[in-house]
Structure formats: C-alpha cells, structure tokens
C-alpha cells in the first residue's frame, strides 16, 4: 500500500529494519517441533480442503483461508515443522511493518514526518517484541491469530488510504481483506466495527468531515458479516450444545486478566487451565469499562488524538469478546489463552500510539526518540526468546503445563504421551494415573476413555497384558463409541498370541481389528486384517479386505505391496 508522504529515505528503511527485527527475535522458533494439537488442526484441515469439505461453513472449524496457508507449506516443506515456523514467523514481521506503516500515517496527518516516525517506531517495537505473542507465533496452529490479523490490518489501511486520497478503488481492496480476514478466523469481524467507529468518531477531526460512501461500504460489509454468521450457527450449536457459563463475573475477570497481560506481559503462561481468582482481574475490568464510557462520553469535544485513544480502547476491548464467548459456550481446552491477544494488541499499541502524541514534544529530537525503543527491546527481547523455548518440544510443553496446572487431568495425560514418545513408559503410566485421580477429571468423561486407552497401551509396552486390556475394556465403558479401543485391544491379543502361541487370541484380535475398522481404517489396519483372516484361513474376507485396502488407499505402501505380490504370482 503506497501512502502518501511516504518518499523520504528513512521511512523506506525502517519497515525493512522492523521486518528484520522482528525476524530476528523469533528465529529460535525455526527449531521448535508440532506441539499440542499441531497435528490434528493443521493436517486435519489441511485433508478437508483437499477433500474440498472446506466449503462447509456449518462446521465448527472453518478457516479456510488459514488453511490454505498450511496447505501450501505441506507442499513446499512436506511434514518438516521448520517451514511451518517460517511462515509464521514471515506473517508476524509483515504484521508488525503494516503496523508501523498504519501508525505513521495516521500520526502524520496532524505531525510533522519526523515525529510522527519517532511516535509509531515505538509501539511498533512493543508489537514485534511482545512477550504474550509468543504463543501465536511459535505455535503452528497459533498462525490463525496471525492471518487474520494481517487481514484486518490490510482492511483498515486500505479504507485509511481510501480517506486520505479520495480514491474509490481502494474501498475495493478493503471489502475483499474483510472477506479473507472472516475466512482466517472469527474473529476478523472486528474490522466492520472498527471502520464504522473510526468514521464516526475519530474521521471528523482526522480527515476533516463524514463520508458517505463509507457508510455504504460498511453496510455492504455488514450484510456479508449477517450471512457468514448465517452460515455458521449450525456448526457453532452442534458443537456447543448452548450456553455453559451464563454468569458475567468470570466474563469480567477473563477481562481483566487479559488487560493486564496487555499492560504487564509476563510471566509467560502456555497452559492456563481456570480464570484466576480475586478481585484484582475484576478492578481492571471494570477501570477499563468506565475509562471507555468517560471517552465517549467526552468524545465530541475532545482532541483529536484523545478521541483515537478512546476509540483503540473501545476496539481493544471489542476484539477481546469473542474470547470470552469461549468461556460462555464452554469452547476449548482452556478458557483463557494468550494467543488471544494478539489482535487485540494490535489496537492496544495503536492507542499507545495516540497517547504518546500528548507528549510529542519529547520526539522531536531524535537521540532522545531513540530511547524508548532501545530500553523496550532490552526489556522484552530476553522474556521472549525464554518463552519461545517451551514450544520447543511436547515434552517441554507439557512439563512446564503439569507445573502451571498440577491438578488437571489433559497436562498430565498430554505429558504421559510425550514421555511414552521418548521410551520412559513408566514415568508416562504415573502421569497417566495422575490424570484419571485429577480432580477436574469429571468435567472431561470423553476425556477419560482416551486416558485409559493411554494407559493400556503404555501397559502394553511392558508386556502387562492382563492390565492393559483391563484398562482398555474399561476405556470402551466410558466412551462405547471410542473404537480406536478396540485397535488397542487387537495389539493386546496379537502381543499375547506372540508369547503364548495361543491361535484363541488370534481370533479375538481379528475380532477386535475387524470392529475397529468400521469406525476408522488405515492402510496398515487393513493389511493387518487381510494377514489374519489369511492366517484364521477366511480368505474370503481376506480377498474383500485387500480390495478395499487398494481402493481406498491406492498409494499406500501396504496397496503397492499387494500389487506387486498379485503381479509376482502372475509370472
């Protein structure tokens, strides 16, 4: 986006410098793995879209536009968690240069190109740098926060553009990054809200009148935002079930909490399992609530970088609501996250931006300028390099998780799986029984059936036979639907039949694979079947399993296997 005053050399370097810093910062995320659900989001979407179930907006996921970004990492980096980083860490540079760029102009209308520079350098630095964007950035499947950010960003310059050159075009640009901000994340409606306000409030005194045609533009937006809400109710209500949380004092000190992340970005949290108790959260909730009600109170005869002020707080808080619906509707793992300030953020440094106009006496010389953002790097730096380490691994996560949250059921269970991954059964079966004694345990039945299952298999690899399948029967008891169970259960029968030569346990184990292919087959589950019904001599069935296996899974280096066999016994 070319914006004007922008052709002096200093103001062509700096977003090269912004963009290297806030490379730079985030490089040792380049040797950080899949962590959490890395796997089941990115690969999982990345199959529907090839399987073009991206066109259902009904269902509870859909970004396809995210998506699409991990689509074409998969093809240039294939399952190398190194690309996926890169990518992420490229859009989180190219977010803090927009940033930059947006709150030079805007400063610039009403400031000399000196310090209006100085003024945005500053809260441009806290973006790239701040620690609670840690999350986002070094976690794959955090890069939804990433894009749609990026595309509202794009939405409000090219309506700032708009207003600055009178150009109509740019309000096409505009409709079409609001379109790709919804297809990114949910939250990319803040967009509307935040042209409509910025029209109303802060363009009389920052471009000198109202304009209609913006006014259109944003109802053509709003229509568009009516029917993506539309199309998406089924899949929120399937999922949710209703309203789990209707009381609004959590929802006020979720609020709280997150603003003094904003105001105070550490310690770092990567697993936050409760809203914290005490009226702190509460006090910072309801300060922010009142400072937003004086400013609009006062809007009309305030300056013009007051009513900004107002205006990012107002946005600030309005970009923090769809979070706290998760809360309401009972969505995920965690009520709270930190990756959910990152849009956010983006209007919190914006109003630090204004505020700082207050003082901008202070900018106009330039070694004093350079100050601030010098201190925040050697503040910040440190802090976020430290809190890029624990995405490094699933075993480092999750034991910095089981600290955060030593009487919850999903670390210990997460942590069981990542020490079972690294051979240390033992130490993975007493995490695992840590998580079924936890007392949020109830709160997770569906979660129950996988911890048994977990425990069953780390059994299993002890050759506790009798233990594992109890664990797995019991498995079935809580979730009868779970039949990845009775895969379990066929590795059980077929690790016995090794050790005790019993052709009864073979049986069982055909019985059980055979169970656990209706619900979910793989190539390697086929197979496997296809050789034990061979074994139990049903070759019928065998012939039908081997059929199905090269129709469904033609690639497959179990289909190439049966091809070339066929072929052999040919000749």
């Known amino acids: 986006v070319s914006l004007p005053n922008e052709k002096s050399r200093p103001d062509r370097l700096l977003p090269l410098l912004i963009f290297a810093i806030s490379f730079l910062i985030y490089l040792p995320s380049l040797k950080c793995g899949f962590v959490w659900d890395d796997w089941s989001i990115v ?25 699409l970004t991990f689509l074409l990492d998969q093809m240039i980096w294939k399952t190398n968690p190194l690309g996926y980083h890169l990518t992420n860490i490229i859009v989180h540079a190219l977010n803090s240069c927009l940033f930059f760029y947006l709150a030079k102009s805007i400063t610039e209308t009403k400031l000399e190109s000196r310090s209006s520079r100085s003024l945005a350098l500053i809260p441009t630095i806290i973006f790239a740098a701040y620690p609670i964007h840690v999350e986002s950035v070094s976690w794959v499947a955090g890069r939804t926060d990433l894009v749609v950010t990026l595309f509202v960003l794009l939405t409000f310059m090219s309506y700032h553009l708009y207003r600055l050159t009178g150009n109509t075009r740019a309000l096409i640009p505009s409709f079409i990054f609001f379109l790709l ?285 009798t233990e594992a399948m109890k664990a797995l029967n019991t498995a079935l008891k809580f979730d009868p639907t779970n039949k990845s169970a009775y895969c379990f259960k066929a590795d059980v029968y077929l690790a016995a039949y090794k050790s005790k030569k019993n052709k009864n346990l073979t049986k069982k184990a055909y019985q059980c694979l055979k169970e656990c292919i209706t619900y979910t087959s793989t190539p390697s589950r086929l197979f496997l079947a296809a050789r034990l019904a061979l074994f139990l001599n049903k070759k019928e069935e065998a012939q039908d399993l081997l059929k199905k296996l090269i129709l469904q899974y033609p690639d497959s280096k179990e289909a190439q296997l049966v091809l070339q066999q066929r072929k052999s016994t040919e000749h």
């Open 181 to 465: 901000s919804l297809g990114a994340k949910e939250t990319g409606v803040i967009a509307l809200p935040l042209i409509l306000l910025w029209e109303l409030l802060v363009a009389p005194s920052l471009y000198g009148n109202r304009d209609k045609k913006t006014i259109i533009a944003t109802l053509v937006m709003g229509v568009s935002l009516v029917l993506y809400v539309i199309s998406r109710l089924p899949g929120i209500e399937s999922y949710t079930g209703g309203i789990k949380n209707p009381s609004i004092l959590p929802l006020l000190k979720a609020l709280g909490f997150y603003m003094r992340y904003l105001l105070l970005p550490f310690p770092i949290l990567n697993y936050i399992p409760h809203i914290p108790p005490g009226v702190f959260h509460l006090f910072l909730a309801f300060l922010l609530i009142l400072l937003v009600a004086i400013g609009l109170l006062s809007t009309p005869k305030a300056v013009w970088w007051f009513k900004g002020f107002e205006l990012s707080m107002l946005l600030t808080t309005l970009a923090i609501l769809p979070s706290l619906a998760l809360i309401t509707l009972g969505i995920g793992a965690t009520p709270l996250a930190l990756r959910y300030l990152y849009l956010p953020s983006v209007f919190f440094c914006l109003g630090l931006a204004f505020l700082l106009v207050s003082v901008e006496k202070y900018f106009s010389n330039p070694q004093r300028a350079s100050i601030p953002p010098v201190v925040l790097l050697i503040l910040f730096v440190p802090i976020n390099i430290k809190a890029q380490g624990i995405w490094k691994s699933e075993l480092i996560f999750w034991e910095k998780a089981v600290c955060l949250a030593p009487n919850n059921a999903i670390p210990h269970n997460q942590y069981g799986l990542a020490l079972a991954s690294q051979g240390k059964i033992k130490e993975a079966q007493r995490e695992f029984l840590k998580a079924l004694t936890a007392p949020d345990i109830q709160a997770y039945p569906w979660e129950k059936s996988k911890i048994y299952i977990n425990l069953g298999r780390a059994l299993l690899q002890q050759g506790k036979y």
């Open 43 to 67: 690969f999982r979407e990345i199959k529907n879209l090839q399987g073009l179930s991206i066109y259902k907006p009904g269902s509870i996921y859909y970004r396809p536009v995210t998506t």
